[in-house]
């Protein structure tokens, strides 16, 4: 089984100011990581993934993570947020292999204020 | 937009009633995942279903059924309401061939208020 823990529940940023959104990991096996936006009433958007390859990975409107497999992280960076950033951010992973389902973390409330 | 289409958007039933959600993959996707978003329980997943057949199953509960017709659309049967069971309901729909998994993309959902 897999469990995804984010650290903070609210995180409130300035604009313009760079973002760290943590999330860590565990399981049993190999895991595919997301990111995923959920503005208010709507669905959830996928922001980037990280399957294989380089540990750092880009993914939509500017954002960015890193894997880090010792530490079993997956943070969601961003060098410079702005207003249209306030949503919802949940980390999510999904077992190497024949199962698809997304375990989520909590989710994260991004704020960003002017 | 996502492409995946649920309905209704909102529902709001009373305790001990049965009702239907209905989801519509995008054009060519196979797979519709089920998940339910709930202020206590956050976002969980039901079930999985892949051209027609079950493929696995998370925390739903036995009152929970769905099925996934030949024309790929998917409905979530939802009875003897609690009002817990009051949440945001997601469809999501991948194309899910072998060896990797592909974007999960969501509806917008259905959100279930039970009084």
């Known amino acids: 089984a897999q469990s995804v823990t984010q650290l903070d529940s609210q995180v409130p940023v300035f604009e313009e100011a760079p973002v760290e959104l943590r999330c860590n990991y565990s399981?049993?096996?190999?895991?595919?990581l997301f990111w995923y936006v959920q503005y208010p009433n709507q669905g959830l958007q996928l922001l980037l993934k990280?399957?294989?390859?380089?540990?750092l990975v880009k993914g939509i409107n500017g954002f960015e993570a890193e894997f880090n497999k010792s530490q079993t992280s997956f943070h969601l960076r961003k060098p410079s947020v702005h207003i249209s950033d306030t949503a919802e951010y949940f980390c999510a992973v999904t077992p190497r292999g024949s199962a698809r389902q997304l375990t989520f973390g909590s989710g994260t409330q991004l704020t960003v204020l002017p | 937009d996502s492409g995946v289409t649920q309905t209704p958007k909102h529902l709001i039933t009373a305790t001990g009633q049965r009702v239907t959600l209905r989801c519509s993959p995008r054009?060519?996707?196979?797979?519709v995942y089920w998940y339910q978003q709930s202020l206590d329980q956050g976002l969980q997943f039901l079930i999985h279903y892949y051209n027609g057949e079950e493929r696995a199953k998370g925390n739903i509960l036995e009152r929970f059924s769905a099925q996934q017709f030949p024309d790929l659309h998917s409905e979530l049967n939802l009875s003897s309401l609690e009002l817990g069971d009051s949440a945001l309901y997601f469809c999501?729909?991948?194309?899910?061939?072998?060896?990797?998994?592909?974007?999960?993309?969501f509806g917008p959902g259905t959100r279930l208020t039970v009084t």
């Open positions: 399981s049993s096996v190999s895991v595919y």
């Open positions: 990280y399957l294989s390859g380089s540990t």
């Open positions: 999501a729909s991948s194309v899910d061939l072998l060896a990797v998994p592909y974007e999960q993309y």
């Open positions: 054009s060519g996707d196979l797979s």
